[in-house]
């Protein structure tokens, strides 16, 4: 282990998966409506540019189809719709309110025609083998509570050579801006979060979830234990977010 660097997060051995999932789902239907305005505003805007940044590197090839994971309010398959034009675009997410904002967001972009979204689960992804070329997920992975069958489910879901690009939050390397980072999730952003919602508690769980996930090393292993190949990383913005990549072998 790496100095200073925080284990891995393990969820207590008293509550199980389907609770936690209904912990996570609770959360983010009651933020909705404030949802998009605070991460645009507590991010400083750089999570508009961590999505282009990922979307610009997308590759379609076969089918020309994108699933895009815990697709929230829909900033990523717009922005994909909006940049690959050819593309057919399927966003999933378990939170129905949430599916009911990416919804008016992509009626008023006038994509509705190639955006098409469902509430599923993406431990139990809804579709065959090898149907997409490209799955994507910003800020969703770390809190799906089995993230090795997630992995399995996307690499199912690809066709050979189809790849994977997930965006998220971990926690900065260089011990001085590390401290400054978790002063700001843990004192300054509840603070503030408290301000614009009603719901608070939200981004006190948005702290601990981002302090808990593994290091940028120890997902790109687990991505490799999925069976990906060519998996990499991008540090964005000093390394509090990262772009993760990696590709379903062909053959």
Same mark, same amino acid.
């Given at each position: 282990m790496?100095?200073?660097?925080?284990?891995?997060?393990?969820?207590?051995?008293?509550v199980?998966?389907?609770?936690?999932?209904?912990?996570?789902?609770?959360?983010?239907?009651?933020?909705?409506?404030?949802?998009?305005?605070?991460?645009?505003f507590?991010?400083?805007?750089?999570?508009?540019?961590w999505?282009?940044?990922?979307?610009?590197?997308?590759?379609?090839?076969r089918?020309?189809?994108?699933?895009?994971?815990?697709?929230?309010?829909?900033?990523?398959?717009?922005?994909?719709a &909006?940049?690959?034009?050819? +593309?057919?675009? @399927?966003?999933l997410?378990?939170?129905? %309110?949430? *599916? /009911?904002?990416?919804?008016?967001?992509?009626?008023?972009?006038?994509?509705?025609?190639?955006?098409?979204?469902?509430?599923?689960?993406?431990?139990?992804?809804?579709?065959?083998?090898?149907?997409?070329?490209?799955?994507?997920?910003?800020?969703?992975?770390?809190?799906?509570?089995?993230?090795?069958r997630?992995?399995?489910?996307?690499?199912?879901?690809?066709v050979?050579?189809?790849?994977?690009?997930?965006?998220?939050?971990?926690?900065?390397q260089? &011990?001085l801006?590390?401290? +400054?980072?978790? @002063?700001?999730?843990?004192?300054?952003? %509840?603070? *503030? /979060?408290?301000?614009?919602?009603?719901?608070?508690?939200a981004?006190?769980?948005?702290?601990?979830?981002?302090?808990?996930?593994?290091?940028?090393?120890?997902?790109?292993?687990?991505?490799?234990?999925a069976?990906?190949?060519?998996?990499?990383?991008?540090?964005?913005t000093?390394?509090?977010t990262?772009?993760?990549?990696?590709?379903?072998?062909?053959?």
């Open positions: 790496a100095p200073n660097k925080l284990p891995a997060y393990q969820a207590p051995v008293s199980s998966d389907e609770a936690r999932i209904k912990q996570v789902r609770r959360i983010f239907s009651t933020i909705t409506d404030r949802y998009d305005f605070l991460n645009h507590l991010s400083a805007g750089r999570d508009i540019g999505r282009r940044f990922m979307v610009r590197r997308l590759r379609f090839f089918t020309h189809r994108l699933l895009d994971l815990a697709t929230g309010t829909g900033d990523v398959a717009i922005e994909a &909006r940049t690959h034009s050819r +593309l057919q675009i @399927f966003g997410d378990f939170a129905a %309110p949430m *599916l /009911a904002a990416a919804r008016s967001k992509i009626l008023r972009a006038a994509l509705a025609d190639r955006i098409s979204n469902l509430q599923g689960d993406a431990l139990n992804l809804p579709f065959p083998d090898g149907h997409f070329d490209t799955v994507t997920m910003a800020f969703g992975i770390r809190n799906m509570p089995d993230r090795a997630v992995l399995q489910e996307i690499h199912r879901a690809l050979p050579g189809g790849g994977l690009y997930i965006l998220e939050f971990t926690t900065p260089g &011990r801006f590390r401290k +400054l980072y978790f @002063f700001y999730l843990n004192r300054f952003l %509840p603070r *503030l /979060a408290r301000l614009f919602t009603s719901n608070p508690e981004y006190q769980y948005l702290a601990e979830s981002i302090m808990h996930f593994p290091y940028p090393d120890d997902f790109v292993h687990e991505i490799e234990q069976g990906f190949a060519e998996a990499k990383k991008f540090p964005l000093g390394g509090i990262y772009l993760y990549e990696g590709r379903k072998a062909v053959g």
